[in-house]
């Protein structure tokens, strides 16, 4: 920092938020992501069983073409998060396995449909809000129920794990 001149400290809360959604935004913190394994990923996986890439064999399905949450991990995760209880019931009407998915499959997948033809392009966006309403959301959830912060059941959980990483793991806990 020296050599460049420039000089330690000087971030208010504020700009540290902004930094960080910077850093966010430009995908900073995703592991890089291969669009070859992603594609394998999405037939091995049977993705493909329900969801086309323009149009899905699975009317109830949308196609990729169609998500909207291609820009980042978090708004990915939150539609699939929202969406896991009927996939859910689908994959037991058609006796398949919940698929196993890990930080570095979803970096792998998001890489190969952000660069499909067709596909919405947008930037991701981070909105760091107070802790307390993450709290209050973790309650209202049941998180509490298998995880009590206050028994150490969350100490250090994240380690050095990415945002997709973070989302591979809600993923496997959605059955």
């Given at each position: 920092m020296a050599k460049e001149n420039v000089k330690p400290g000087g971030l208010d809360e504020q700009a540290a938020a902004d930094l960080f959604a910077y850093f966010y935004a430009a995908h900073f913190f995703d592991k890089p992501g291969d669009a070859g394994r992603g594609k394998r990923l999405f037939h091995e996986r049977k993705c493909d069983h329900c969801h086309g890439l323009t149009n899905s064999p699975d009317p109830a399905a949308p196609p990729e073409s169609k998500w909207q949450s291609l820009a980042d991990p978090i708004e990915l995760t939150q539609a699939m998060w929202n969406h896991s209880g009927a996939m859910y019931k689908e994959i037991e009407h058609k006796k398949m396995s919940w698929p196993q998915l890990t930080g570095q499959d979803f970096s792998d997948l998001l890489v190969y449909f952000r660069n499909l033809p067709g596909t919405p392009v947008r930037q991701?966006?981070?909105?760091?809000?107070?802790?307390?309403?993450?709290?209050?959301?973790?309650?209202?959830?049941?998180?509490?129920?298998?995880?009590?912060?206050?028994?150490?059941?969350?100490?250090?959980?994240?380690?050095?794990?990415?945002?997709?990483?973070?989302?591979?793991?809600?993923?496997?806990?959605?059955?």
């Open positions: 991701a966006t981070f909105i760091i809000t107070a802790g307390s309403q993450g709290e209050a959301l973790f309650q209202s959830k049941g998180c509490q129920a298998c995880h009590d912060v206050s028994k150490g059941m969350f100490r250090n959980p994240l380690g050095d794990r990415t945002l997709t990483d973070v989302a591979a793991a809600l993923w496997g806990h959605a059955p």
